[in-house]
């Protein structure tokens, strides 16, 4: 093998939504070793363009792949909706989207995610593969990312927000909500709530956590000797990274690296 | 002299809120020509580290340099309080801080601004410097920002924000509000309704505007041949930068170009 077993994972994300994902990639894989990149120095992806989401998630994977691990996660919805086709490693490279996709029984199906994600059309283009009659509402909800940034979980502005967002899934009659950005399952007991208890509400990382296992078992990478352990990079601010992050990993942050 | 009256004058933000300082210059300068730079591929600053504000704002003040300008003016809040002093060049740079300051004969002067600007302290020592005396409120309002990006002007979630932000600054009895950020002049009327007759908001735009002009006659710099004209860079999404640019600026914008 290339790897071996006991080589690192890489997790990408633009800041610290991929600390969501992250989060179930440690649960699910305990023996594992990780490395989380945060691009916090060009944070957010989600109001920018193809063209330099493709250029940053390229530059990011560059990084990860030097350091020797074995596998990426794109674990940010803009990267993996907008650039995940465009990398070309020669380790496997995990998003977020294709494990969710297989998940859906549903047919009445809403979409809540940043800007760049939902016109990308890749949620939309892949469920329709599936499945080809599901009637899909792709919401941006660009404005829960800086709520859920500045820490305004349970805040008026975000019940707020949330209620002016999901308008349009209720109104579609939607049974299925996917959260496709990593910021969103802060907010996803607010959603739920606001929904009300008829309409599932799906977090991708569980299914990217499942995907990633499977990959490793399949490759025979999966390592089972040494404790987990999680490596920091960030591209700025490290304290503020070690400050905010563990609301969004639920555990403390012992330190942060600048690259 | 180095540079011709008729070089254009550099005008440099994060992105889009440095507009409402052109549209001031324009407004005192028609016969100048103007290059406005905006970093939309790095927006925001408001929220980054001392650091990382000081290396984006000397590129983009080197390439403003590169493309002949006879000044520099730093046409935002962030930029200006944290990278205004690390700036080095041949020709003058003028931030949006001091010409405001100048203006203030107020003692109880509250700040509206980015987290990045609020935390730098320098409009603090800044007005300190002049009025010893002088009591300051300093909040910081990231989530106004966002809501002025995102095109929420007149939207229950911001009016709810502006009232969250303002309550410290009624509680001080402030009789002066300084807006120390380029996308608020945006909310500049619902802001002032918010804190009531009795309270001057200033917009730092008008004063910078006076600034450049008395620089340009000390330095006798002032063009007063052709019809004024301004040229727009950008490092992302020139297409999302014609559409949104307009409500800032107050003009369409004809062309953007990528750099």
Redesign the interface.
């Known amino acids: 093998l290339q790897f071996p077993q006991g080589s690192p994972i890489g997790v990408f994300d633009s800041g610290f939504g991929g600390l969501t994902v992250l989060k179930e990639l440690q649960k699910a894989l305990p023996h594992e070793q990780f490395i989380y990149f945060g691009d916090?120095?060009?944070l957010p992806y989600g109001?920018?363009?193809r063209?330099?989401i493709i250029r940053y998630t390229t530059q990011n994977c560059s990084f990860l792949e030097g350091q020797g691990v074995k596998m990426i996660v794109i674990a940010c919805n803009t990267a993996t909706s907008m650039a995940l086709d465009s990398v070309s490693l020669s380790i496997p490279v995990i998003g977020v989207i294709d494990p969710v996709i297989k998940l859906i029984a549903s047919k009445r199906i809403g979409i809540l995610g940043t800007r760049a994600t939902i016109s990308s059309g890749v949620y939309q283009q892949k469920i329709h593969a599936l499945i080809p009659d599901a009637e899909i509402t792709a919401i941006p909800a660009?404005?829960l990312v800086?709520?859920v940034?500045?820490g305004?979980i349970d805040h008026?502005?975000t019940h707020?927000?949330i209620h002016?967002y999901i308008q349009p899934l209720l109104l579609a009659k939607v049974d299925t909500v996917i959260l496709a950005c990593t910021h969103f399952p802060l907010l996803k007991d607010l959603i739920e709530r606001a929904l009300g208890p008829s309409i599932q509400v799906i977090d991708p990382a569980l299914a990217t956590a499942k995907a990633v296992t499977q990959k490793l078992l399949e490759l025979n990478q999966l390592s089972d000797e040494k404790p987990g352990n999680s490596i920091y990079y960030v591209?700025?601010?490290q304290d503020?990274f070690q400050r905010l992050g563990p609301q969004f990993l639920g555990l403390p942050i012992p330190q942060v690296n600048l690259c």
């Open positions: 916090t120095a060009r109001t920018k363009s063209e330099t660009p404005l800086s709520l940034e500045e305004f008026p502005m707020l927000a002016e591209t700025d601010d503020k």
